[in-house]
């Protein structure tokens, strides 16, 4: 399931050309071969706080970039060896999230569609509007900084919803989850099922080798369940030793096939020292319940599934048990 990204992100800070972290200055690279258009681009550039650094051809820019790493690279496109969309190809092999704006006294149309294929931000015609550059290079660093944003309120989105030790969703986002999809199966008459999942005699297990052992042996149980399961399924840590597994569009049979599969995985898989546990393996018991077939909200499906579950635990472990009424 994808992570929402807020339409706008409001509290943008103020332009600097040191950028988001505040220390290390942005680092512009000038290809050019006129010494007089470097010269310019050096001093206005350094004059708006940037770390220029210039160089006369293609050849000597990618020795550049290849020992030192440029946020910006402006380049002039006609330029005897190299020309500029070999440097530009070559920047983005090197490192793609280098900006590279191209200028060029030659402008035409399908020069600058080609430049923007190949990954140019932007294009620019002599002679060199001095505003213009300076705009530009304002704008893509404001554009860095919107799009790092964006990437850590993703982080800390997948950060709340996620449980630190499995890396699957945790208590709070499975329930979160859980009422969406009841919500679309009650607005289009869809079917869910839920796996209330436990591992078989764990305090056993983990009194007998210790927390460490017990929190690798769930992490791999998170990993079988994971890769078991259908890329639709939805799967959860719901606390302490016991998983959940949402199955959106699956009525109970087909979750009991899920189920299963699931469960025998789990009971093939290799774990290590098992002879402290009471059967010497290490296995799982699964409870199955469905909507709208045992229940008609959340809440109510939570606890039939955990009857079930209760119902497989109490009958010998190890085992699929779909709720049914008394």
């Not at 007089?36 to 350094?46: A, C, H, K, S």
């Not at 393996?281 to 699964?286: E, G, K, L, N, R």
Request: charged residues 30%.
């Amino acid at each position: 399931m994808s992570v929402d990204v807020p339409d706008k992100i409001r509290a943008t800070e103020p332009f600097d050309p040191e950028g988001a972290a505040g220390k290390v200055p942005v680092r512009v690279l000038i290809v050019d071969d006129e010494p007089m258009i470097r010269q310019l681009l050096t001093d206005v550039l350094g004059d708006e706080g940037y770390t220029v650094e210039t160089v006369p051809c293609g050849e000597e820019a990618v020795l550049k970039l290849r020992d030192a790493r440029f946020d910006y690279v402006i380049t002039d496109l006609m330029m005897p060896g190299m020309s500029g969309l070999q440097v530009l190809e070559t920047v983005k092999q090197l490192d793609p999230e280098t900006e590279v704006v191209v200028m060029t006294g030659y402008a035409s149309l399908n020069t600058a569609v080609e430049c923007m294929k190949l990954g140019a931000a932007d294009y620019l015609n002599k002679p060199i509007n001095i505003d213009e550059i300076r705009i530009i290079i304002k704008r893509m660093i404001e554009k860095h900084s919107l799009e790092q944003k964006a990437r850590e309120v993703d982080f800390y989105k997948e950060l709340s919803r996620t449980d630190g030790l499995t890396q699957l969703y945790n208590h709070k986002f499975f329930h979160q989850l859980l009422g969406t999809e009841i919500s679309r199966a009650q607005r289009y008459g869809g079917k869910i099922s839920l796996l209330m999942i436990d591992v078989d005699h764990f305090k056993a297990y983990n009194d007998g080798n210790g927390h460490p052992m017990g929190d690798a042996a769930l992490q791999k149980v998170s990993w079988i369940l994971s890769e078991t399961s259908r890329d639709v399924d939805s799967v959860a840590r719901y606390g302490g030793e016991e998983f959940a597994v949402i199955a959106p569009e699956t009525p109970k049979a087909g979750a009991m096939e899920l189920a299963e599969r699931l469960r025998r995985r789990v009971e093939e898989a290799q774990f290590q020292k098992t002879e402290v546990m009471p059967n010497k393996q290490f296995t799982i018991s699964i409870g199955v319940a469905a909507y709208p077939e045992d229940a008609t909200t959340k809440s109510e499906l939570i606890e039939k599934a955990d009857q079930a579950l209760y119902g497989a635990k109490s009958t010998g472990r190890n085992r699929v048990v779909a709720w049914q009424k008394p």
